[in-house]
Every structure is written in C-alpha cells, then in structure tokens.
C-alpha cells in the first residue's frame, strides 16, 4: 500500500526554523521522480491551504504568506518531499499535511506544527 509519511514537526519559538519531511513508502523510485509533491496547513476551523509545491522538473510555488522564510525541495533519492520553514510566526502554527498529485491523490496524516513563545 502507497503511502506517503511525514516527519519533523513539532514546536519553535517566534524567529526558529522546523523541518518538515515526507516519506513516499512502497512507490517505485521511477514513479515517484514523476509525482508533483505539495504541502498544505490546516488550523482548527480553517480551510486547508497550500503552503507550497513542487512540479516533478523541480519548479516551485510558495505561498504569499510563507514567501521568502519557507522552501520546498524534492530529494528523489530518499524519495521525499522537505519543507524547510525559517523565521516561523505564530500564525505559522497549523497541522502540516504532505500531498502527491498521483493516482488521484494522496495525503499524509499531518503533523502538528506550534509556534509560540
């Protein structure tokens, strides 16, 4: 069964960084290169947003919001998708979700992401 599993949430202070990753499991590397990969957040009553994406050539799209302190990158290798999130602002805090554009689509669980002093 594919699925694709997140990792490295958790919490940061006003100013720190965080590292999300997302591990695709039982998908052949070849596929997998092909996948345009995304990220997404939630907050508690909210609608879910895209934070950003990645196409499989390795363009990228960040959202506004997340603009100039968040990367996303594509490790076809370990077949994963990472999303790197610096200067994190309170209202960073959400539950992190891992999306792939493929066979349909898949989500991750979602991860907890808190920032706060």
């Known amino acids: 069964q594919v699925r694709f599993v997140e990792s490295g949430g958790g919490s940061a202070q006003p100013g720190g960084s965080l590292r999300l990753s997302c591990r695709a499991t039982?998908?052949?590397?070849?596929?997998?290169?092909?996948?345009?990969m995304a990220w997404y957040r939630q907050t508690p009553g909210g609608q879910r947003e895209l934070v950003a994406s990645?196409?499989?050539?390795?363009?990228?799209n960040i959202a506004d919001s997340v603009k100039g302190r968040f990367t996303i990158s594509k490790d076809n290798s370990r077949k994963s998708v990472n999303l790197q999130m610096n200067n994190l602002k309170p209202e960073d805090t959400a539950v992190y979700y891992c999306?792939?554009?493929?066979?349909?689509?898949?989500w991750g669980q979602g991860i907890q992401v808190t920032v706060s002093s």
């Open positions: 999306n792939a554009d493929w066979n349909g689509s898949y």
């Open positions: 039982n998908l052949i590397l070849s596929v997998f290169t092909g996948v345009p």
């Open positions: 990645i196409t499989s050539d390795r363009t990228t």
